[in-house]
């Protein structure tokens, strides 16, 4: 494995952590400023909705978990596919996500940040 690969799941395991948390300061650092959070329902929030969401309670995640994983770095970006298992609560409702996630990390300045979310569903 190489060291970049192993940097990004390692910032993967702190952004679930802290995720799960709720700790948006650890969240704060991890995130890029214009990262785009794409959820399985289709509704995208930017870094400063996302927050909200977390912030207020709209939105929590009791669990994150990882089934699958591939991460490859190409030079400055890092793309991680995973199956993901999500233990969330939208709006006061408990629901469990099976789904395939794409995540992308970009190398900048201030090291390695989390730019990008996407997950689709997979059927039960």
Same mark, same amino acid.
């Given at each position: 494995?190489?060291?970049?690969?192993?940097?990004?799941?390692? *910032?993967?395991?702190? /952004?679930?952590?802290?995720?799960?948390?709720?700790? !948006?300061? %650890?969240?704060?650092?991890?995130?890029? =400023? +214009?990262?785009?959070?794409?959820?399985?329902?289709?509704?995208?929030?930017?870094?400063?909705?996302?927050?909200?969401? *977390?912030?207020?309670? /709209?939105?929590?995640?009791?669990?994150?978990?990882? !089934?699958? %994983?591939?991460?490859?770095?190409?030079? =400055? +970006?890092?793309?991680?596919?995973?199956?993901?298992?999500?233990?969330?609560?939208?709006?006061?409702?408990?629901?469990?996500?099976?789904?395939?996630?794409?995540?992308?990390?970009?190398?900048?300045?201030?090291?390695?940040?989390?730019?990008?979310?996407?997950? +689709?569903?997979?059927?039960?």
């Amino acid at each position: 494995m190489s060291d970049a690969v192993a940097e990004i799941r390692a *910032l993967e395991d702190r /952004r679930y952590a802290a995720t799960v948390a709720g700790d !948006l300061t %650890e969240l704060g650092q991890l995130f890029a =400023a +214009t990262c785009v959070y794409t959820h399985s329902n289709g509704s995208i929030d930017t870094k400063t909705s996302y927050f909200e969401s *977390l912030s207020s309670g /709209r939105l929590r995640y009791r669990s994150m978990e990882r !089934l699958e %994983e591939n991460i490859t770095v190409y030079d =400055a +970006t890092a793309v991680v596919s995973a199956r993901v298992r999500l233990e969330i609560t939208p709006g006061g409702a408990d629901r469990t996500i099976i789904g395939q996630a794409t995540i992308t990390w970009a190398r900048t300045a201030d090291g390695w940040k989390f730019v990008a979310w996407q997950s +689709t569903p997979l059927p039960a």
